[in-house]
Nanobody
Framework: QVQLVESGGGLVQAGGSLRLACAASGRTFGNYDVGWFRQAPGKEREFVGAIKRSSTYHADSVKGRFTVSRDNAKNTVYLQMNSLKHEDTAIYYC???????????????????WGQGTQVTVSS
């Protein structure tokens, strides 16, 4: 069992930056695949990025602005968000799963463990 806790959300002006953290407890986190998702009001949960060991994959909508990374010593995965836009406003979730295969998982249903989410609001 893995417990995930997100932190780092808040209110930021357009063009600004935030770094979200996803801290894990219960298991060594380094071998898990971790994904970041977001959900805006009235919309479906959307894939943002993922990390598989040290390799990363990002959605086209955030590529070049957002970066997923991990610090295994701290059992934490990060989402660095730069050049934020109003449309990035959402609740951001991290999720984890035991790794299977070589492909990144981009569907919420493919992840087993979820955090509670952290609100990111970008003012225009």
């Amino acid at each position: 069992q893995v417990q995930l806790v997100e932190s780092g959300g808040g209110l930021v002006q357009a063009g600004g930056s935030l770094r979200l953290a996803c801290a894990a407890s219960g298991r060594t986190f380094g071998n898990y695949d971790v994904g970041w998702f977001r959900q805006a009001p009235g919309k479906e949960r959307e894939f943002v990025g993922a990390i598989k060991r040290s390799s990363t994959y990002h959605a086209d909508s955030v590529k070049g602005r957002f970066t997923v990374s991990r610090d295994n010593a701290k059992n934490t995965v990060y989402l660095q968000m730069n050049s934020l836009k109003h449309e990035d406003t959402a609740i951001y979730y991290c999720a984890a799963r035991t790794p299977i295969g070589i492909y990144y998982r981009t569907a919420p249903s493919e992840y087993d463990y979820w955090g509670q989410g952290t609100q990111v609001t970008v003012s225009s």
